[in-house]
């Protein structure tokens, strides 16, 4: 059975503390990766898509890189405004994505 | 473009009522989604649609029907609420391009309490 998982559960951070979250996934084939950000009380928002490992995507103070069995996604001087839960999921070539359980970030300032 | 729409924004319901969630998509997007989001599970899949008058079981349908009548919209029945239906749903929707799936676009969801 495909599977996305993401570590860690919670994450808390100082205020400009760099740090990164993972997202494993087990899947009999990729077709693509993608991460959003979910803040309290509202939907996912669309972050990054990635396709093959190797490749890297950057926005603002967030960077997402991919590999064969996994993806992270780096958090760069964060502030607090970068708190919330960041969601992964994986296009395994079915009609639907597998989504992983997600990240709780706090970033205190 | 107002995007995924969802309504209503949250309900109470009593056991056994019946309700019905409405999504609408102004994106001309052919695949619908229904999810469903609790604690510590992350988001389940109830059913799906990939086109205008399709629709297909996700991973958890019971206790769910849906409709796609039309390419825009997408309805989630609860035939007779159940207190484990208690939790925050969210439509998506979604197209194929150059032979993936692009990213799927998230309404801002319905909370729904059934006591």
């Known amino acids: 059975e495909d599977q996305v998982t993401q570590s860690p559960e919670a994450l808390r951070l100082q205020e400009g503390e760099s740090s990164s979250l993972n997202c494993s996934y087990t899947v009999s084939g990729l077709r693509g990766l993608f991460w959003y950000r979910q803040d309290p009380g509202k939907g996912p928002e669309f972050l990054f898509t990635l396709y093959s490992a190797g490749e890297e995507k950057e926005k603002e103070r967030l960077k997402a890189t991919l590999t064969k069995k996994e993806s992270f996604l780096h958090i760069t001087a964060p502030k607090p405004e970068d708190s919330a839960t960041y969601l992964c999921?994986?296009?395994?070539?079915?009609?639907?994505?597998?989504f992983g359980p997600g990240t709780r970030l706090s970033v205190l300032p | 473009n107002a995007g995924v729409t969802q309504t209503p924004k949250f309900r109470v319901l009593k056991t056994g009522q019946s309700m019905t969630l409405l999504c609408a998509q102004d994106m001309n997007h052919e695949y619908m989604y229904w999810y469903r989001q609790d604690p510590g599970m992350g988001l389940r899949l109830i059913h799906y649609?990939?086109?205008?008058?399709?629709?297909a079981k996700g991973e958890v349908p019971d206790g769910y029907n849906v409709s796609r009548l039309k390419k825009q919209n997408f309805l989630l029945g609860l035939e007779s609420a159940a207190p484990s239906q208690t939790s925050v749903y969210f439509c998506?929707?979604?197209?194929?391009?150059?032979?993936?799936?692009?990213?799927?676009?998230f309404g801002p969801g319905t909370r729904l309490l059934v006591l």
């Open positions: 998506a929707s979604s197209y194929f391009s150059g032979g993936h799936q692009e990213t799927q676009y």
């Open positions: 999921a994986v296009d395994n070539y079915g009609q639907n994505f597998v």
């Open positions: 649609s990939v086109g205008e008058g399709t629709t």
